[in-house]
C-alpha cells in the first residue's frame, strides 16, 4: 500500500494569506548577506558569496528573487508594495526574464512570479516540485494546497494523496470533520480532464472538484465533463471551481 503523504497542519492564528511563506524559513547567514550584496563595494565579497548565476544582476532583482522564495504565494502587485518602486520591481521582473530565474502566471485578474529551476539554483535552494508536470501545474497545486489548509472546514489537507491501488493520486486531498475525503485536480486545459475524473469512480471520495485558473476555461472543462456520457453518480461528486473563488472566498472569511 502506498505511505501516506504528510498533511499540512492547521495554523495556530490567522496570517494575511499574501503574507505567509511556504514554511518557516530562515535566510542563512550566508545568502542573507548575498540579499545585500547589491550595496556592498568589495568586490571579492561578492564574488565569494554570490552564485554565478547572479553575479551582475541588480540589487533590486536580488531582492525580487528572494521574496518570491520566501513568500511563494504572494501576488506581483503585492511584492511591489513590499519592496517599493513599482518601476524598479517592474524593471527587476523583466531582467529575471530574461536571464532564466522567474516567469509569470496568472489566476484569473491575479499575477504571480515564480522562481525557474535556475532561479532556485542560483538561491542555492532546492527545487521543491517532485512531479514536475510544468512549473505552472506544480506551483498551482502547491498554492490550492496553501489555500485550503487555511480554510477551517478542513481537518487535514494532502498533496498527491494516493487514490487507488494503481498508484493514481489526487493533486491535492482534503478530510472534513465529518471524515469525508474531497479530491482536488488542478486543471490548466481541458486536455486529460475526463480521465482525471474518472480515476475518481470507485473510490469513497464524496467530492471531486476540478480547479481552473480563470472562470473561461473553468466553464470549458465543465462543457467537456458534462458532454463526455460520464456516470450520474460520478457527475453528481463532480465540481467546478476556478482560483479566483478561492481567493474570495478566504478574504471574506478573514476580512482582509
Same mark, same amino acid.
Given at each position: ?8 497542519? +492547521?495554523?495556530? +492564528? ?10 518557516? !524559513? ?67 521582473? !523583466? ?36 512531479? *514536475? ?17 487555511? *480554510? ?13 491501488? +494503481? ?50 476555461? +473553468? ?21 467546478? !471551481? ?15
Amino acid at each position: 500500500m502506498s505511505q501516506i503523504p504528510k498533511s499540512i497542519e +492547521k495554523p495556530k +492564528k490567522w496570517h494575511s494569506l499574501s503574507e505567509i511563506p511556504e514554511r518557516d !524559513r530562515e535566510i542563512p547567514a550566508q545568502n542573507e548577506a548575498a540579499v545585500n550584496v547589491g550595496n556592498s563595494t568589495n568586490q571579492s565579497t561578492k564574488q565569494s558569496i554570490i552564485h554565478p548565476l547572479l553575479v551582475g544582476v541588480s540589487p533590486v532583482l536580488m531582492k525580487l528573487l528572494w521574496d518570491t522564495l520566501v513568500y511563494p504565494f504572494s501576488s506581483f502587485s503585492v511584492r511591489v508594495k513590499r519592496l517599493g518602486s513599482a518601476r524598479a520591481v517592474e524593471q527587476a521582473k !523583466r531582467e529575471g526574464y530574461e536571464k532564466g530565474l522567474i516567469i509569470e502566471t496568472t489566476n484569473g485578474q491575479t499575477t504571480y512570479i515564480l522562481l525557474t529551476e535556475k532561479g532556485f539554483e542560483a538561491l542555492n535552494t532546492p527545487y521543491p516540485y517532485k512531479r *514536475d508536470v510544468s512549473l505552472q501545474h506544480s506551483f498551482r497545486v502547491k498554492l490550492l494546497q496553501f489555500l485550503l489548509s487555511q *480554510d477551517p472546514s478542513y481537518k487535514k489537507v494532502f498533496i498527491e494523496y494516493p487514490i487507488n491501488q +494503481k498508484g493514481a493520486t489526487a493533486d491535492v486531498a482534503t478530510l472534513r470533520h465529518d471524515s469525508g475525503k474531497e479530491g482536488w485536480e488542478v486543471t490548466i486545459s481541458t486536455t486529460n480532464v475526463i480521465t482525471n475524473l474518472l480515476k475518481y469512480e470507485k473510490t469513497s471520495f464524496v467530492k471531486v472538484v476540478l480547479i481552473a485558473p480563470d472562470y473561461r476555461l +473553468k466553464e470549458a472543462i465543465k462543457s467537456t465533463i458534462l458532454g463526455a456520457g460520464l456516470s450520474s453518480d460520478l457527475l453528481a461528486r463532480a465540481e467546478f !471551481r476556478h482560483f479566483s473563488q478561492l481567493l474570495h472566498r478566504q478574504r471574506k472569511l478573514y476580512r482582509y
